[in-house]
Nanobody, 126 residues
Framework: QVQLVESGGGLVQAGGSLRLSCAAS???????????FRWFRQAPGKEREFVAA????????YYADSVKGRCTISRDNAKNTVYLQMNSLKPADTAVYFC????????????????WGQGTQVTVSS
């Protein structure tokens, strides 16, 4: 069992930055090779959407077009934590951000995950 806890959300002005963290506890995710960590977000009245992904095997990263160039996903196995650095934030980035972990993954945008965090709110004011 793996527990994921997100933090780092908050209120920021447009153009600002935030770094979200997703702390994993329980089974050490490096040892048990949780192969993928992803970030999703869900805005009010909208479906949950894929934001970014990190593949453990080779460190590859993937991003939704809407955040490409503005966000960076990274993983620190020593700290059992995955990060999402978000820069040049826009009001359209306002959403609850969720961390997800998969042992295997075929489709980046697949909404199924082995584990989900509870989410952290990001609000970007204009």
């Amino acid at each position: 069992q793996v527990q994921l806890v997100e933090s780092g959300g908050g209120l920021v002005q447009a153009g600002g930055s935030l770094r979200l963290s997703c702390a994993a506890s329980g089974r050490t995710f490096s040892r048990y090779a949780m192969g993928w960590f992803r970030w999703f977000r869900q805005a009010p009245g909208k479906e949950r959407e894929f934001v970014a992904a990190h593949r453990r095997s080779d460190g590859s990263t993937y991003y939704a077009d809407s955040v490409k160039g503005r966000c960076t996903i990274s993983r620190d196995n020593a700290k059992n934590t995955v990060y999402l650095q978000m820069n040049s934030l826009k009001p359209a980035d306002t959403a609850v951000y969720f961390c997800a972990a998969n042992s295997v993954l075929s489709v980046l945008t697949d909404g199924r995950a082995d584990y989900w965090g509870q989410g952290t709110q990001v609000t970007v004011s204009s």
